[in-house]
């Protein structure tokens, strides 16, 4: 019963890989929407789907801890990603302190000095197993837009100016820090197991944590948007939904290469010219 399971999803994943890209792109479209109707049904609160991506994160983190503890190398892992995500994290982390804090401040807290530790790691303990020279993609070329667009759009909520901008800095800058990590992934062209489990857990846990807030957005009928301020030209609550998109649909394309390689038995993720 199973072969003959895996052996249709094999199939189908065979059939999708030979569609033209935009045949790709309605399929994947299609498919969220549909998981998405799927989980408005099923889901009756939808923090639980905010717990569940966290959950899956912290998985992924887990995977990570084992990699460079028991592995004793780093090879394959994007310190700059690492070091975005602690950037972003610490912002976020500065927000939750001085403007709501609750249980997710203690969940940043968490992700936050776990993320010190990975680069403490592979700046010093590993670095001769880091891959720098595959590790090529330059920092500023998120973070500076990502401080030009908080500027420009931003929250107009009650709390100070500053906050605000950090607030915005730190939505933006997470949906795009996995870039560095990417494009690592695409100059080896293999990825090894434990580092392919981080990023799929990275990309099924945004994947949670967009349709947590899409159908928040839903279930309150533009509420919440109208509650998280129309700062930016109006254009905030509008950038705050699309960054959760962009950074779901950054790992889909490796997400899909990661179920199809597992489908296939292989233990060792190759990709095509062309992913990142």
Same mark, same amino acid.
């Given at each position: 019963?199973?072969?003959?399971?895996?052996?249709?999803?094999?199939?189908?994943?065979?059939?999708?890989?030979?569609?033209?890209? %935009?045949?790709?792109?309605?399929?994947?479209?299609?498919?969220?929407?549909?998981?998405?109707?799927?989980? $408005?049904?099923?889901?009756?609160?939808?923090?639980?789907?905010?717990?569940?991506?966290?959950?899956?994160?912290?998985?992924?983190?887990?995977?990570?801890?084992? %990699?460079?503890?028991?592995?004793?190398?780093?090879?394959?892992?994007?310190?700059?990603?690492?070091?975005?995500?602690?950037?972003?994290?610490?912002?976020?982390?500065?927000?939750?302190?001085?403007?709501?804090?609750?249980?997710?401040?203690?969940?940043?807290?968490?992700?936050?000095?776990?993320?010190?530790?990975?680069?403490?790691?592979?700046?010093?303990?590993?670095?001769?197993?880091?891959?720098?020279? $595959?590790?090529?993609?330059?920092?500023?070329?998120?973070?500076?837009?990502?401080?030009?667009?908080?500027?420009?759009?931003?929250?107009?909520?009650?709390?100070?100016?500053?906050?605000?901008?950090?607030?915005?800095?730190?939505?933006?800058?997470?949906?795009?820090?996995?870039?560095?990590?990417?494009? !690592?992934?695409?100059?080896? $062209?293999?990825?090894?197991?434990?580092?392919?489990?981080?990023?799929?857990?990275?990309?099924?846990?945004?994947?949670?944590?967009?349709?947590?807030?899409? !159908?928040?957005? !839903?279930?309150?009928?533009?509420?919440?948007?109208?509650?998280?301020?129309?700062?930016?030209?109006?254009?905030?609550?509008?950038?705050?939904?699309?960054?959760?998109?962009?950074?779901?649909?950054?790992?889909?394309?490796?997400?899909?290469?990661?179920?199809?390689?597992?489908?296939?038995?292989?233990?060792? !993720?190759?990709?095509?010219?062309?992913?990142?």
């Amino acid at each position: 019963m199973m072969k003959e399971v895996k052996s249709r999803i094999q199939y189908a994943m065979s059939w999708i890989r030979r569609q033209p890209p %935009k045949v790709n792109a309605c399929l994947a479209v299609v498919s969220a929407m549909t998981v998405l109707v799927f989980l $408005k049904v099923i889901v009756h609160d939808n923090e639980y789907l905010f717990l569940a991506s966290e959950v899956v994160h912290a998985t992924g983190i887990s995977v990570l801890i084992y %990699k460079l503890t028991k592995g004793k190398t780093c090879a394959g892992l994007s310190l700059k990603t690492q070091e975005l995500t602690a950037l972003y994290l610490g912002v976020r982390l500065y927000c939750s302190f001085v403007m709501e804090f609750d249980y997710h401040t203690l969940l940043d807290s968490a992700a936050f000095f776990t993320t010190l530790w990975v680069i403490y790691m592979i700046r010093l303990k590993l670095r001769p197993t880091y891959m720098e020279d $595959k590790d090529n993609f330059p920092i500023y070329y998120v973070v500076v837009p990502c401080v030009v667009v908080s500027f420009l759009i931003h929250p107009s909520t009650r709390h100070h100016i500053i906050n605000r901008l950090f607030w915005a800095f730190c939505v933006y800058l997470e949906a795009v820090s996995v870039l560095p990590q990417l494009r !690592l992934m695409q100059n080896t $062209k293999i990825v090894e197991p434990f580092t392919a489990h981080y990023v799929f857990a990275l990309g099924i846990a945004r994947f949670l944590n967009c349709a947590h807030w899409i !159908l928040e957005v !839903l279930d309150t009928r533009g509420g919440l948007l109208t509650a998280l301020g129309s700062g930016g030209f109006g254009l905030w609550p509008f950038m705050l939904i699309l960054s959760e998109i962009i950074q779901t649909f950054i790992l889909a394309d490796f997400c899909y290469y990661y179920v199809q390689s597992y489908m296939g038995g292989q233990l060792v !993720l190759r990709l095509p010219s062309g992913v990142v």
